[in-house]
RNA sequence: GGUCCAGUAGCUCAGCUGGAUAGAGUGUCGCCCUCCGAAGGCGAAGGCCAUAGGUUCGAAUCCUAUCUGGACCGCCA
């Protein structure tokens, strides 16, 4: 239920009424017609600017429109006034009917509530993480998993038909590296002396590997060249390390649908396909780049290639996708890829890359639309940098990896809640500081603390009203008289509620699940000032003695509160804190 | 040289497909808080929305240019 919706649909019907009427011309479009809350509440519960958005095409005067809709909209019995203000703005007020309606929404639908049907079922393919097999998770693809994993939820709830994805970078040079890394693990684990040169990974995480490459293998490798062990330790490398991966993942609960090999695409035709696929569109061809101006490699020199013609669709130069000596480009298996994902038949693609890969969009956006003609949207979203703080310095040291804090240096000191909410607390274009003294901290400032402290105090009112013997199950919230639920400040809580079901749309639409933490930071923040109030003004309180319908209408309306907070944070992937301690 | 992102209160940041007097936290100042629901509450001050043009009935939001900061820029992934 969207009360924004409804409110919409109705006003929509009253500007036809007035068509028929011959009060407005035929042959307007009502596809501007908007019906927002107004910024200040001073302004009334809902605003329609379709006064201004029709004087033009209707060649009426705005405010006059808006006096004909306030006349016609006045019948209804959900508005209670209907006012024309500013340039030609209508504002209506609702009857506190209607946001008891949106108590009853909630109890009835739960966190069913503000799920929403503008997907259509649409099948999107969410891709994120995908970092190297070559490691443990670091703080940056922290970020990127808890994104990418919020949007995901996110997107299904709001009806689309969601895939989570993993791309594995098993196919390129850095996994050689790893298996020799691996390798001198295992020849440390027989007892010898090894040294790690550059080009090596030189992490401790490798060290238990090596070891059980020794106990599968036992001496089979040793005083042995290359070419013997390196195909077989590069896949057992590569396996140890994504199933690291899938535990670093683990402890933040998320689950991939898919993990797809980027190997899987070497060898089996698919790259050669792909670019197939762009060179019937005579979009590839061998050419000679220009060099980057500004700044000049030292060693540049020009070489024929082989190269896809991305500026065709949107990118500035464009790419090669083979090098010099013949050999794929890391650009060609990802346009396989990304051939592959819309061969599966998604409508549409999402990417979520670090902030380094920015200079990769373009030529995956034009690679995307060149493959599907056009018709699968490609949105890649970046996440910035993650600054991390500690004692109030930059915090820099590992000492699991040492040389860049991991996921579990994180979610090991402050939990998976706290992580995922804290790195949706900045818009992912936007890069974020994570201080683990603050993020720990019982305070308003802590947006964690604060919401989780909301729902915490719901529950504690709903244990306190059983213990003074008021029923305060779900079945009687269901059935409380919620008109008496009649309090402005009770309904201002009550109108915030209203506006989940049209928020998730917004964040859905422009894919940014930021705007559900802060949503319920302020969803929080009504929730607790109400509880202040009722500090001093006793009738505000959730529990009134001795009255028990007073107290469990009250209670539906915490009770509310505490569903739409569990949906929110349900999205972003955190538990809801049943008491604070 | 180019591309992308950011620039909003002293500080950290929101700002809803363009809407009315631009918001929150924090900090500052004032008041309240021995108890009845205070891991606080109420109120005030604080803004040329980087700058200059443009589009529009209307711009923090869209377009152009400029400035500042960050990321990236053929064989690495």
Do not use: C
Request: negative net charge.
């Amino acid at each position: 239920m969207n009360l924004f919706s409804e409110i919409r649909s109705l006003v929509l019907d009253a500007l036809a009424a007035m068509q028929a009427e011959g009060t407005l011309p035929e042959g307007l479009s009502f596809d501007n017609v908007a019906v927002e809350p107004p910024r200040d509440a001073a302004h009334g519960d809902m605003a329609t600017n379709a006064g201004m958005v029709l004087a033009k095409p209707a060649k009426m005067k705005p405010r006059d429109i808006a006096e004909a809709l306030a006349a016609k909209l006045a019948g209804d019995d959900r508005i209670t006034g209907a006012e024309v203000a500013g340039p030609g703005f209508l504002n209506l007020r609702l009857s506190a009917t209607v946001w008891q309606g949106v108590l009853a929404a909630v109890l009835d639908q739960g966190t069913e509530f503000g799920k929403s049907d503008m997907g259509q079922n649409r099948k999107v393919n969410v891709e994120y993480v995908s970092a190297n097999p070559t490691g443990p998770l670091h703080v940056g693809h922290t970020r990127g998993a808890v994104f990418g994993d919020a949007l995901a939820s996110l997107l299904d709830y709001a009806g689309y038909d969601v895939t989570r994805e993993y791309y594995i970078n098993d196919g390129g040079a850095q996994v050689d590296v790893l298996a020799r890394s691996v390798y001198l693990r295992y020849l440390e684990a027989h007892g010898q002396e090894v040294a790690f040169v550059d080009g090596t990974y030189p992490g401790d995480y490798l060290v238990p590997v090596g070891q059980a490459l020794k106990d599968k293998v036992g001496d089979a490798y040793l005083n042995q060249p290359e070419d013997v062990w390196l195909a077989d330790v590069r896949e057992y490398a590569t396996d140890a390390m994504m199933d690291l991966i899938r535990a670093d993942l683990a402890q933040l609960g998320i689950k991939m649908d898919k993990f797809f090999s980027e190997k899987s695409l070497y060898g089996t035709g698919l790259i050669e396909a792909a670019l197939k696929s762009l060179d019937d569109k005579g979009l590839i061809y061998e050419g000679v780049l220009e060099p980057p101006k500004g700044k000049k490699p030292e060693d540049w020199e020009p070489r024929e290639q082989t190269l896809f013609k991305s500026t065709e669709h949107g990118d500035d130069v464009d790419r090669p996708v083979k090098k010099s000596d013949g050999g794929w480009t890391y650009f060609a298996p990802d346009i396989a890829y990304h051939y592959d994902k819309v061969s599966r038949g998604f409508d549409e693609l999402i990417d979520v890359f670090g902030a380094d890969h920015g200079g990769y969009v373009k030529r995956m956006k034009a690679a995307v639309s060149a493959l599907s003609g056009g018709t699968v949207p490609l949105d890649i979203k970046l996440t910035q940098l993650v600054k991390l703080w500690k004692d109030g310095e930059p915090f820099k040291m590992s000492k699991r990896a040492g040389t860049f804090i991991t996921l579990r240096d994180v979610v090991d000191q402050v939990g998976p809640d706290v992580t995922r909410f804290v790195m949706l607390t900045r818009k992912n274009d936007a890069s974020l500081d994570f201080d683990f003294d603050k993020v720990l901290e019982q305070s308003r400032e802590n947006p964690v603390f604060y919401v989780q402290y909301a729902h915490a105090r719901v529950m504690s009112v709903l244990r306190r009203a059983a213990e003074a013997g008021i029923a305060a199950d779900e079945a009687t919230l269901k059935s409380a008289d919620l008109s008496k639920v009649n309090h402005e400040a009770e309904l201002v809580v009550a109108k915030k509620l209203a506006e989940w079901p049209r928020l998730v749309e917004t964040a859905a639409r422009t894919n940014e699940p930021h705007r559900v933490a802060f949503y319920l930071y302020e969803l929080a923040g009504d929730f607790h000032a109400l509880w202040n109030r009722g500090n001093e003004l006793t009738e505000l309180r959730f529990i009134q003695d001795g009255d028990a319908a007073t107290s469990q209408a009250k209670m539906a309306l915490a009770q509310s509160v505490a569903v739409v907070i569990s949906a929110g944070l349900g999205i972003l992937g955190v538990n809801p804190a049943q008491e604070m301690r």
